[in-house]
């Protein structure tokens, strides 16, 4: 399931990230999100153990989307100009 989930990841590295999926504790990253780029939770979703959760600053635009799964969450995409995509527009048909 574990290696199923981080492939996942990998799939969904988007050009809008430019690079490969960053990882790290749980409140390493929500800190990063909330702090440094002012993004809320905007949507969330449970899917083969891992939480998906959509962030975004209203504001500014930005929104990332995020893998967590146990103690750690991955950046999995990023990007500008948020229009409320949800997680499910981001994933959906990638096989999970």
Not at 54 to 63: D, L, P
Request: glycine share 10%.
């Amino acid at each position: 399931m574990l290696i199923r989930a981080l492939a996942l990841c990998l799939m969904l590295a988007s050009p809008a990230t430019a690079q490969q999926a960053q990882c790290g504790p749980v409140p390493y990253i929500m800190s990063a999100l909330m702090g440094r780029y002012g993004e809320a939770v905007v949507d969330d979703r449970t899917e083969d153990r891992a939480l998906w959760q959509m962030w975004a600053n209203a504001e500014t635009g930005s929104w990332t989307l995020t893998a967590t799964l146990g103690m750690t969450t991955c950046i999995v995409a990023a990007g500008q100009g948020y229009d409320g995509q949800t997680v499910l527009d981001l994933i959906s048909g990638v096989a999970l």
